[in-house]
């Protein structure tokens, strides 16, 4: 075999390793064009309802122009239907404008049929008569009988008598037609009733069922109404023709009963993809030709030994050795400079492939507690809704079932099981990072000195206990309560795991970190802390088990033992504080787990206020209660009018400045912090203490993700914390009313 022949043998088989690469990447660009062109339909969708949602918006807001206008408040039929004609044609997109009247007969119309239409049966007007907003139903017009979205407002006096029901039905076909010509008609629409009624069908694609026909039971409308919706569908037509559907999300038009759906053919959608796979393969297959014509031409003039040192060098490497290295001497000229370099290349990829470990282990770490802590946080966040609920009614029927001691005992046992509820959820948000702290200003030695018997109390006469705590440690802000918890909770860890006894030391010191210090999710958090540490000499933990360690519910102890949250808690205290945590452990050889508190910039200028003294008494006030949980605002109004309390009820902000801006006294505006609809509890308050200067303000939360800050006029943020007993909030709210405005 020529030398020519073997340099070029080589080369392939250098070539085979990276080649793949690059076409395993050029299928991962094909892959990712799939997936960008899936989410451009659900992106579609989504921009479909969001366009419907501001027609409905619109269509509200012509309503609310025409409930007030004259030419309607009148019996003259043909003068009432010649108004409404007139302003059809301002508005084309409706099929028609109409007045109903409270017995659910046609007044007069737009279209001037003058027919007579019985509407009761329509869903749209059953919820008028009980509804004062706009509702709306998605069905075919008996006038016209096309598909529409009859959007329905019920007109009322100024005493609340239904006057009649303004009824505008939206041309849904109209609406279709113009959107698939937007999306360049490379994409389907198909809108279906909540039944499987088809309102709009596909111009194209192989779509069989018409206008008007039922698709109720088929995977498609299953897909579309499912209440965990999955992303997207694919559903194989008569002709056997694969279609991709995706729907959208949009609330608005899901509670109307009107499914929106964009779909494309299987084919078209991965045609593009695959035609760029191609001619990516092709430019590699042709840089792969011009590469060996190269190779040959340069072997021809090559010294055949030289080119096996290379060729030796470049097989290793293709095998994945990047330890390989050409020894010295190297060749002048360009050959010497090619062994220098891939010298050099295989060091730097070594180097690269060792850094790519690190950090997709580290980022792995990352992305594992941080997936965690939305997830608790979520959890948290409803479960102390649901507690508050169970706390509150627990303790109402402890009260009424006092001389039944069993009832009595079981509704006790009810609070009991909710208090130890509240405390999960306390170590859940802690881990989370969203438990409400209250941080102060402390010397930590100082501190821990104060708990020092505390700390030992747990531990027996087998474990020996020692401080270790640096003189003049830096001072820094941190929740003096939840620090105790935090080392109480590592002092018991260590005990449990020195049964035949052992030596605890307790440790506070100030020290500075660099990039290299990392925290136990592997992230550099440089700067200047105060560490506090606790190490024991027990059984210590594997690689594993330490990995795992800080996870919420992971534990080694056996069922009963232990719920796992301890080490969770501490983790997201540290980090809500802005610190870090560390921990090293080996089996046998004990465990040390160190906190990292921040180092206070500047010295407190002032001593902390002494705590504000409260005192639960009933009132008489008016009270703005707005609460987005039915379940919990039910109870809330309950609470307040047993108090004695005048209580108004809103469920999201936008409803309770509609009944601010309305006259009648209100003293305090009691606001849970995250609602719904864009408006948060803050925001509520800085508008409400706008349009009521003087009004006072309570927050109430199961978390926040962020601490409550008070808006201008208002000089505190009180704040009470989901779940809650009535006397808490007794006191709260006295504390409130009683506090000096502004």
Request: charged fraction near 20%.
């Amino acid at each position: 075999m020529s030398l020519r022949t073997r340099l070029l043998i080589l080369v392939i088989a250098a070539m085979l390793v990276p080649a793949s690469l690059v076409g395993l990447r050029f299928v991962q660009n094909r892959t990712s064009e799939i997936n960008a062109a899936l989410a451009n339909l659900a992106a579609s969708a989504d921009d479909i309802a969001s366009d419907l949602g501001e027609k409905i918006q619109g269509t509200a807001q012509l309503h609310y122009g025409l409930a007030r206008a004259r030419d309607l408040d009148t019996r003259d039929k043909a003068a009432c239907s010649a108004f409404l004609s007139d302003v059809r044609e301002e508005y084309p997109q409706f099929t028609g404008i109409l007045t109903i009247d409270p017995d659910g007969s046609l007044f007069c119309d737009s279209l001037r049929t003058n027919r007579t239409l019985d509407l009761r049966d329509r869903a749209y007007f059953k919820q008028a008569l009980v509804s004062r907003s706009v509702v709306v139903e998605p069905v075919f017009g008996r006038l016209t009988g096309i598909s529409v979205l009859q959007i329905a407002y019920p007109v009322r006096t100024e005493a609340g008598a239904l006057k009649m029901v303004l009824l505008a039905s939206f041309n849904l076909r109209k609406f279709a037609e113009y959107h698939h010509k937007r999306l360049l008609a490379e994409k389907e629409i198909l809108l279906v009733d909540g039944k499987g009624t088809v309102l709009v069908a596909p111009s194209g694609g192989g779509w069989t069922e018409p206008v008007g026909a039922s698709i109720a039971g088929s995977e498609l409308l299953r897909f579309a109404t499912a209440p965990d919706q999955k992303a997207f569908q694919e559903v194989t037509g008569r002709d056997g023709r694969a279609q991709v559907w995706a729907v959208a999300h949009s609330p608005s038009t899901r509670d109307a009963g009107l499914y929106i759906l964009v779909g494309r053919s299987k084919d078209g959608l991965v045609a593009a993809a695959s035609r760029r796979l191609y001619e990516d393969m092709a430019i590699l297959a042709l840089a792969s030709l011009l590469l060996l014509a190269g190779v040959w031409i340069l072997a021809t003039v090559s010294v055949g030994r030289q080119v096996g040192r290379l060729a030796s060098m470049a097989k290793r490497l293709g095998l994945g050795d990047l330890s390989a290295r050409i020894p010295p001497p190297h060749p002048r000229g360009e050959l010497g400079g090619l062994m220098s370099l891939l010298n050099g290349t295989a060091e730097s990829l070594q180097q690269q492939r060792a850094a790519i470990a690190d950090l997709n282990q580290k980022l792995s770490q990352s992305q594992k507690m941080e997936a965690m802590g939305q997830l608790t946080g979520g959890v948290a966040h409803d479960f102390n809704n649901l507690l508050t609920v169970i706390l509150g009614n627990s303790e109402h029927l402890a009260e009424r079932l006092a001389g039944n001691k069993e009832l009595h005992r079981i509704a006790s046992d009810i609070a009991t099981a909710a208090e130890r509820g509240s405390d999960l959820t306390r170590s859940l948000l802690a881990f989370a990072r969203k438990q409400p702290l209250r941080p102060r200003d402390i010397d930590i030695r100082e501190k821990i000195r104060e708990m020092e018997p505390l700390l030992r109390r747990p531990l027996g006469e087998h474990i020996e206990c020692t401080f270790a705590l640096e003189h003049d440690v830096w001072l820094t802000s941190v929740d003096p309560g939840q620090l105790t918890t935090a080392l109480l909770n590592l002092v018991l860890n260590a005990r449990d795991v020195m049964p035949l006894g052992g030596r605890l030391t307790i440790e506070a010191r100030n020290t500075s970190l660099g990039d290299l210090d990392l925290d136990v999710n592997g992230e550099p958090r440089p700067g200047d802390y105060v560490m506090v540490a606790v190490t024991d000499t027990g059984s210590g933990m594997t690689a594993e088990v330490a990995s795992r360690a800080f996870e919420p519910f992971f534990t080694t102890k056996e069922v009963g033992k232990g719920t796992g949250l301890g080490l969770s808690m501490v983790y997201g205290f540290v980090r809500q504080s802005g610190g870090l945590v560390q921990m090293q452990s080996e089996p046998g050889q004990g465990s040390a787990v160190r906190l990292f508190f921040p180092r206070l910039a500047t010295p407190p200028n002032a001593a902390p206020s002494p705590p504000e003294r409260i005192v639960a008494l009933d009132g008489r006030e008016t009270i703005l209660v707005v609460e987005d949980d039915d379940m919990v605002r039910a109870y809330v109004e309950n609470e307040l009018k047993t108090l004695g309390y005048r209580v108004i009820t809103a469920a999201n902000g936008p409803a309770a400045l509609d009944l601010l801006r309305q006259s009648g006294a209100i003293d305090l505006l009691f606001t849970d912090v995250v609602m719904p609809g864009g408006m948060f509890g803050p925001e509520l308050a800085r508008q409400a203490t706008q349009l009521r200067p003087g009004l006072k303000v309570l927050f109430t939360s199961g978390y926040s993700q962020n601490p409550v800050k008070a808006p201008d006029g208002l000089s505190d943020a009180r704040i009470l914390t989901k779940p809650f007993r009535r006397r808490d909030l007794a006191a709260m709210l006295r504390s409130a009313l009683s506090a000096p405005s502004r």
